[in-house]
């Protein structure tokens, strides 16, 4: 169940780049959101069979330290936040694929979201303190750039110079 949520994961940054090089195709925000839509439901699915079934499940990466690797782990208390967060993000992709169609920055959003949204559900899911500092670094900084998608404005530059 964790390699799936962690593929689930790995999408997002293909979203991303999807983003980043269609960014002058006006409806590609609109399709990462939904992405992130799809995503976010199927790891929501994953925590309600989590809390279901019980138990944890742990699955190792081959990555990070030399010495070390990332271990991943879904458990039921994993599992229900993995609902809480999955769901909110589910309404946010949903209702950010209506909202960015007016947006002048929405390939500038559409870069940073999933890369927040990967970041949150691998902070989640880190069972050692490595991949947890790797993952909670990684959604600080992709959230930093959503403060940062409308720096014209000068409370908005503020906030992201005290982020």
Not at 11 to 40: D, I, Q
Request: proline content about 4%.
């Amino acid at each position: 169940m964790t390699a799936q949520a962690l593929l689930a994961v790995a999408v997002l940054p293909f979203l991303t780049m999807l983003a980043m090089v269609a960014h002058r195709l006006k409806a590609v925000p609109v399709y990462v959101h939904l992405g992130c839509l799809l995503v976010a439901v199927f790891l929501g699915y994953i925590g309600i069979s989590s809390v279901l079934k019980g138990g944890a499940d742990l699955f190792v990466l081959p990555v990070g330290l030399p010495w070390l690797k990332a271990h991943f782990r879904i458990d039921t208390f994993t599992g229900l936040f993995l609902i809480i967060i999955n769901l909110g993000a589910a309404m946010a992709s949903l209702f950010g694929a209506s909202y960015v169609r007016h947006l002048t920055n929405a390939p500038r959003i559409a870069v940073a979201y999933p890369m927040f949204l990967a970041g949150m559900n691998m902070a989640l899911m880190a069972d050692d303190a490595f991949s947890f500092l790797v993952s909670w670094e990684f959604m600080s900084a992709s959230c930093w750039l959503l403060v940062l998608t409308d720096h014209e404005d000068e409370e908005n530059r503020k906030a992201a110079f005290s982020y």
